[in-house]
């Protein structure tokens, strides 16, 4: 089992659409570790790394209430890698990656959402090769996620 971190601090304007609704636009900074598997063209050694990259951050979200302090929350990012290096050492190329989430929140205050719910993720990053005469490394993590998240804005 490999554990990977990420994380995001970001600036964010926020619009109150009504008493029951609001919409945040997010601006920052993330890191991310990104799982790397090398396999020799014998197919008998196998090598595992951890990528890391970072890069800068845009997001969109809508808070909705349904009922008191429970309320969903609808969510788009997107990421544009800036720098990185690959778990077996060549820098980062080119990236970019995407999520667009849908989670069920509960408001503790307006500075301060719970939420969780589901996520959909697409990540796509290329390094540069790892030996001579061969293609850069291309690494594409995409998936479905369960989603926990916790917002905590100072105001």
Request: glycine share 10%; charged share 20%; net charge neutral.
């Amino acid at each position: 089992n490999y554990i990977l971190t990420r994380a995001e601090v970001a600036g964010l304007y926020r619009t109150q659409m009504s008493d029951v609704s609001d919409s945040r636009l997010f601006a920052g900074v993330y890191y991310n570790e990104i799982p790397e598997t090398h396999i020799s063209l014998s197919g008998i050694k196998n090598e595992v790394a951890t990528g890391k990259v970072y890069g800068l951050l845009t997001a969109y979200d809508y808070w909705r209430a349904i009922y008191g302090f429970w309320g969903v929350k609808v969510l788009a990012s997107y990421g544009m890698p800036l720098s990185g290096k690959s778990g077996f050492g060549p820098a980062l190329v080119k990236g970019s990656e995407l999520s667009l989430g849908l989670s069920a929140s509960y408001r503790i205050e307006k500075s301060k959402i719970y939420s969780v719910g589901y996520k959909y993720k697409s990540e796509s990053y290329a390094f540069g090769a790892i030996k001579e005469n061969f293609d850069s490394n291309k690494i594409d993590p995409t998936g479905h996620y369960i989603n926990f998240d916790y917002n905590w804005e100072f105001e």
